[in-house]
């Protein structure tokens, strides 16, 4: 005669576990030699009472059936471990099939599911094909059509990465633009299409991120959790912005953008509860990478306001500067002085310092001023804008819209066929080369002024990011206090 199979079960739930003792019992070839209600426990019993099989929760406190399969596996590997999940989460279920357990079963199997696994493992046949924990995707397919699969998931990944890199380069272009991020070296790959562009440091910074993902998580079914995270966030923030577009752009009622973008924001925000608990399980990641763009493009921002309050607080008023030009005239010299300023009444620093120590003046002063607008692209009609000041003195703004990368003697040349002559060979561009010193001045925490400044002094420089000749460039120093 055979002798059954020694079983212990495992559960923190006395119902259950009742329930399943008196059902496997019920089966001559089934002996449940211990029933307990934690890890622990488990492992001891299955030593002391010689265990085929151990069927045990996943998730039981103190001990769980992870921890509990690593330990049977050292201390009594004869033992075949079956666990038991409410739900199949991947990463869970591949945890447990590492540290040794032949297999997974759902609570809500039948009994006779139940007592027919239990025979499976201890036969030594693998459960429910337990790799499934990790690659649930492959196995839904027949074994001709793996390889298919494997392809399409590869061209799919290709796309998706395409996909990232290609929105990432877009966006950080129009946060340059519209003054959220320092200036950043931007390379265009196409002739014929504008949008075609290719950022050295974001593409730098997406592959030392992709790096160290591979190596901190190490697999697809841990990062699992912050993938979770960072999706659920991202159909939160698409909500919100719809409705934001829906009442800015479209003009649509609030009553009735506020009632759709409830209805999809509290169904996304069900889900997101869910995932809160993957937090401590990889899902701080899209958190703490969300929270330092976030610092960095707010600290740009708001360090790019206080050092043009900072600015102006040293600024010359340019109506006393014309008076006191016509009151005692300097000497002039030909050509034609370019000096770039955000500031449409005061006098440009670097204008003032040039005329402080090298005592002439251009025959022609153009104060040029670069905006960005707040729409994707501004027409060639309207992109330059002269107004005459008076002895010689000119100011031209330039206008560019967030999509459009600024191009300084681009501008200056169809000036030039609108009338406004400017000749590039004989024009100078005086850029201020400000030297920035974090202080405990109020404006920003003092933290954040030097995070500001770390930032500029890697930002591309003015003329490489405006396009303007190297050799046609003069650059005046000067120390801000933020």
């Not at 239990?118 to 492959?138: I, K, M, N, Q, T």
């Not at 006098?347 to 707040?374: A, E």
Request: hydrophobic residues 50%.
């Amino acid at each position: 005669m055979i002798a059954p199979l020694r079983l212990v079960v495992a559960d923190d739930h006395p119902v259950f576990r009742d329930g399943l003792q008196q059902t496997l019992d019920d089966e001559p070839d089934i002996d449940v030699v211990a029933a307990v209600a934690d890890g622990d426990a488990a492992v001891e019993a299955a030593v002391a009472q010689e265990a085929d099989v151990v069927l045990m929760d996943l998730r039981m406190p103190g001990v769980g059936g992870i921890e509990a399969t690593k330990l049977l596996q050292e201390t009594c590997p004869a033992a075949k471990v079956l666990v038991l999940t409410s739900i199949v989460e991947d990463s869970q279920i591949l945890a447990a099939v590492r540290a040794g357990a032949a297999g997974y079963l759902l609570k809500e199997a039948s009994p006779e599911e139940v007592s027919e696994s239990v025979r499976a493992v201890h036969r030594g046949e693998p459960l429910l094909h337990p790799d499934a924990a990790s690659s649930p995707f492959y196995l839904m397919a027949p074994r001709w059509g793996l390889l298919p699969l494997v392809v399409l998931a590869t061209f799919a990944a290709i796309i998706a990465s395409q996909a990232l890199i290609s929105g990432a380069f877009s966006l950080t272009r129009q946060a340059i633009q519209l003054g959220y991020s320092p200036r950043l070296e931007i390379l265009y790959t196409s002739e014929h299409h504008q949008g075609q562009i290719y950022i050295p440091q974001v593409n730098w910074t997406l592959m030392f991120c992709t790096l160290g993902l591979v190596l901190g998580f190490r697999s697809s079914s841990a990062l699992a959790a912050a993938y979770g995270i960072a999706v659920t966030l991202t159909m939160l923030i698409t909500t919100m912005l719809a409705y934001l577009v829906a009442r800015g752009a479209w003009g649509v009622r609030r009553v009735v953008a506020g009632s759709i973008a409830l209805f999809f924001f509290l169904i996304e925000l069900s889900f997101f509860g869910a995932n809160l608990l993957k937090v401590t399980h990889g899902g701080w990641f899209p958190l703490v990478v969300g929270a330092v763009v976030y610092t960095v493009l707010s600290t740009w921002k708001r360090g790019r306001a206080l050092l043009a309050s900072r600015m102006r607080e040293r600024l010359y008023p340019f109506d006393q500067f014309l008076q006191d030009i016509e009151a005692y005239p300097p000497q002039r010299v030909t050509g034609t002085a370019v000096f770039m300023t955000s500031n449409l009444t005061g006098t440009p620093p670097t204008l003032l310092h040039n005329l402080q120590h090298n005592k002439v003046l251009h025959d022609r002063v153009i104060l040029l001023t670069v905006v960005t607008s707040d729409i994707p692209y501004v027409a060639s009609n309207k992109r330059t804008e002269v107004e005459a000041l008076g002895h010689g003195f000119y100011r031209l703004t330039l206008r560019y819209g967030f999509m459009e990368e600024p191009d300084v003697p681009d501008a200056l040349a169809q000036a030039s066929v609108h009338g406004f002559k400017i000749d590039l060979n004989e024009t100078t561009f005086f850029l201020g080369l400000e030297t920035l010193l974090a202080t405990r001045r109020p404006g920003l925490p003092l933290w954040r002024e030097r995070l500001f400044v770390l930032i500029a002094r890697n930002a591309v420089r003015a003329n490489a990011f405006f396009k303007i000749p190297p050799e046609r460039v003069v650059e005046l120093g000067m120390q801000v206090e933020l």
